[in-house]
Structures are given as C-alpha cells and as structure tokens.
C-alpha cells in the first residue's frame, strides 16, 4: 500500500474557513477552543475533563443494551465496561445512509479508534464512540448508495422505503423493498464476506439506523467501536436539561448564535448553518413528524411548532414530561453529545468542522466549555487497475481534480507523436524567452509599455496551449480505448468533481479487498498528517 499527501489547499471546494482551521491561521483561532493538531493538546485536555459519575453509569447502561442488541463483539463490550469505569471517548458520527453510506464513513470510525488508542498508549484511558444520527429526517440523504459498476460509473442504488414526511429516519422501516435493493447490490459487489453481512443486517422489520448498527457491528467489532443510537428515550430523559434550557434561554442563545454568525462573516468565514431572529435549537416530534420550534416576537413567552402556537410554559411543562418528544437541531446536538459522553474530542469532516464553529457559543452557553474537533482521515483509494493507468499515462492525482474533460485533455496531450510533444515544448520554450526578453526592452524603452507586453505574452502563451488542447483532443478522437480509460479514472477517483470518499460507498472497497482493508488503512493513517492522503492499493 503506497500513500502521498496532497494539501486541501489544491483540492477544489476546499472552503478558507477549513483551510485556516487546518493551517492554524491566527484569525480562526478564536473559533475554536483548540488546533487542528490532536496531539499537540489531548493531554492537556484530558487533565482538565470532569464528568458526572452517576451519568457515566446510566449512559453506560444504555449503551451496553444497544450494542449487545446489535450483537457487539466482546471487544465492544469490554471498551463499555472501560467507559462505565472511567474512560474518556473519542467521538464521531453520521447520519445512517443506506448500507453503511460513503466511504468517509469508514475513515470517520477509523479517526475514533486511532486517536482513542493514541490518547490510551500515553497513559489516557480512551474508548472510539460512534454516534448514529438517527434523529435526521432528511430521507432523501440517507436512502441511496452509490456502488461503481463494471465501467467505473457510479450506479445509485435507492430504497422505495418510506414513512411520514419529515418524520426522523428511525421510525422508517423496512418492507420486502429492502430485499430488492440488497439484490442489487450483491449483483453489482459480487458475493462476499460483505455482501453476507449487507443481507443479515438490511432486511425487512429494521429500519435505516438498526440496518446501519448491525452492519457497523459486524465491520468494526474487533476494532472496539461503540455504537450510540441517541432516539433511546432513557437518553432524551438525561439530556431533558439541555432541552429545558434551550427553551429557557432561547432569546440569549439565538442571540448567541446571531452574534457568532456576524463575526466569521466578518473575518471573511461562510456560515453553515442559517440562523434567523426566531430560530431555537430544538425540534419536536407531532405526530410523527420532526418540526422545529420557533420563537415567536413577543420576548419568547410564546412558541410555534408548525402551526400551533405554544405558550411557553406549556412547551416547558411538555419537555419536562415527554423529553423523548423533542431532539437537537445540528448546533445543539454535539452540546447534547458531550453532555452525554466525556468527549475528549470529536472527529469530523469539513462540514462539522464549520458547524463547531458556529456551536462553540451553544457549547459556553449550556456546558461552560466547548469539545475539539479534530479532521478526520481523508483519503482516495486508488484500485490496482487505476494506478496502471495513472502510471501508464504519467498523470498526478491533481490533473484528475477538474473532471473527465480535462482529464481528456491531458491524457490527449501525453498521447501526441513524441515529435509534435517536443515541438510544442520547443515553441513554448522559445515564446517565453523571446517574449522575456522583449518585455525587459519596451519596459526600458518606456516604463508604461511593460503592462502592455505581459498582456501580449500571456496571450500567446494561452493560444499556443489552447492549439496544444485541441491537438490532444483531436488525439483521442482516433483512440476511442484511451478516452474511456480517462472517463474511467475520473469515475473511480474523483466521481461528479467530488471526492472519492463522499460519493462512493465504503462497503465497495471491503467487497473488493475484503474487511482486512480496515486495518491497512488503520495503519496508513497518521494523526499528525492534515492533508489528503492517495493510497495506491
């Protein structure tokens, strides 16, 4: 297994407020409680951890019930008996996409267990907590997976499964349908150790968060990942404080967050998530359905939930009494989280990251302190017949960032008579000199003329490489085989200009390199690199 780093600063989409959270630039710092960099702080953190011991016993009760029903290998449960005993957690999560979800969700586990047994090997007992998003109600993000077919093109596989609009996915169970789109998959993967563990785990009578903790159980059991499942009611009557608040303080706190919103703005920072003047940071549940609650403009002494209105004291008196009734928006839910769980940090991908520095002020408001967040592993996994033809065609990881097109296009380039390649390196060498040397001479001859010059340079330049592009094109156009290998590298490394790892399904790679894959990559990942790994199987 071959590996290279390529900085996010060259991947496209890769947004400032990330960079700099990676990059410790000085004017994001203020937004995050600790660096990027999980080793240079996670002892003093640890040092400083305090957490409600009768809490840690009522959660660890839970938790051992959820696992054991989701069949937890008996390293699970002892890495249970370890949190019930004392232990701090790494934490992440994703909502529960259909048959695992992206590959990024392999990496996200993958983060938990490494830096866990970073922190346990320094003398910090440590356990990997994953944090199953079963509350989302967005059905359209999670009932689809995208499997590469024989060609490399992705093929969406979807789920007819359906329940009451917006209500959370959780409550959405499989029928027979579920069995037909396990089909479709075993087709396009191959029977397997993998495509065993798709049919014990997807069938029908589960619903999308059970499916995604058996088939989590069965992949990361021997690695110790504990699996969370937040819709428990024991769990929404221990987080019942944090919704009473949310609801108390809700002026303040929106103002909070209204005030957060405006500063990463004014240090040129995107805002995740809308916040508006009568935004709360709780959900309820009517009728199956997951609505949020609105401050009305009346001080906050009235509430909305769809169209009923709710004095506040009665929305008070419902959280106190049916606490299993509400859930956090994505501001409080790592809050919740880590009121929960002795977070030492929390792992996730560029979009949380965004979110944690929106949620810090949540975080001061309710708890008195904010949890780091720490980049996952983020990696393309390049297949043996795709190196054979990056190696084949001497192209970077870079040139296939832009799409098919231009992958085309430098492919085309590369396949030019070695004599037409020289002359268009000779010209190109000679264009510049000339143009050099003529721009140094005018810009003697009158100071003024020099914007000229490089204007006339840059144009030359731009129309030889653009004869340069169609010369390439018209290359591929006589070789049908070396334009379907470009279609075929971008399918399979950067599908539909996106990273590998949020398009294609992470159960593809165990299919074809087997569960062992899991701990190769455990084994590539390095908590200190922050950039994109390349790993050439």
Request: hydrophobic share 40%; proline share 5%; charged share 20%.
């Amino acid at each position: 297994m071959k590996s290279q780093c390529v900085p996010f600063s060259q991947i496209p989409h890769s947004s400032r407020l990330f960079l700099d959270f990676l990059s410790g630039a000085p004017s994001v710092q203020r937004f995050y409680p600790r660096s990027a960099r999980f080793d240079s702080w996670f002892r003093e953190a640890a040092s400083g951890m305090q957490y409600n011991s009768a809490r840690r016993k009522q959660v660890a009760a839970v938790l051992e019930e959820q696992n054991t029903r989701w069949n937890a290998s008996a390293t699970v449960l002892q890495n249970i008996s370890r949190l019930r005993a004392g232990a701090a957690a790494v934490v992440t999560g994703q909502q529960v996409g259909l048959f695992g979800g992206p590959l990024f969700v392999l990496f996200k586990a993958i983060t938990a267990v490494k830096l866990a047994a970073e922190a346990s090997y320094s003398g910090i007992d440590c356990v990997p907590v994953f944090w199953l998003a079963t509350e989302d109600h967005d059905l359209a993000e999670v009932n689809h997976a995208s499997i590469p077919g024989p060609d490399g093109a992705l093929q969406k596989l979807t789920t007819e499964s359906r329940g009451i609009e917006y209500s959370p996915v959780v409550r959405v169970s499989f029928g027979n349908e579920i069995s037909a789109a396990v089909q479709s998959a075993r087709e396009l993967l191959g029977e397997s150790e993998i495509t065993d563990c798709l049919g014990e785990a997807y069938r029908p009578g589960e619903n999308f968060g059970s499916a995604f903790a058996r088939l989590l159980a069965r992949i990361f059991g021997e690695l110790g990942v504990i699996l969370l499942d937040p819709s428990d009611p024991e769990l929404h009557r221990m987080a019942q404080p944090l919704y009473r608040r949310a609801i108390e303080q809700a002026p303040e706190l929106n103002e909070a967050c209204l005030a957060r919103g405006r500063a990463l703005e004014g240090a040129s920072y995107h805002q995740q998530v809308k916040v508006t003047g009568s935004s709360t940071l709780l959900f309820a549940v009517r009728d199956g359905a997951r609505i949020p609650i609105q401050q009305r403009t009346n001080g906050a002494e009235t509430f909305s939930v769809g169209r009923e209105t709710i004095p506040r004291a009665d929305l008070l008196a419902q959280v106190d009494s049916n606490p299993q009734d509400f859930s956090p928006n994505v501001l409080l839910r790592p809050v919740v989280q880590d009121y929960l769980l002795p977070t030492l940090a929390y792992a996730g991908g560029p979009a949380e990251i965004a979110y944690f520095a929106q949620a810090g002020v949540v975080y001061e408001a309710l708890l008195g302190k904010t949890t780091p967040i720490v980049h996952r592993f983020s990696a393309t996994i390049v297949p043996e017949k795709s190196s054979r033809l990056i190696e084949r065609y001497k192209l970077n990881f870079t040139d296939l960032l832009h799409g098919p097109e231009k992958v085309r296009e430098i492919i085309g380039q590369r396949m030019l008579p070695q004599h037409l390649q020289e002359a268009f390196e000779k010209a190109e060498n000679g264009l510049a000199a000339s143009l050099t040397s003529i721009h140094h001479a005018v810009a003697a001859l009158d100071l003024t003329l020099a914007g000229a010059a490089e204007k006339a340079r840059n144009k030359m330049i731009y129309q030889l490489n653009k004869l340069r592009s169609r010369a390439g094109r018209a290359e591929l156009h006589r070789n049908e085989i070396v334009s379907r290998h470009a279609e075929f590298l971008s399918a399979t490394l950067f599908p539909n200009k996106a990273l590998q790892e949020r398009e294609v399904a992470g159960i593809y790679f165990l299919a074809q390199n087997g569960v062992g894959l899991l701990g190769e990559l455990y084994e590539a990942f390095h908590t200190d690199c922050l950039d994109h790994q390349v790993i050439s199987l």
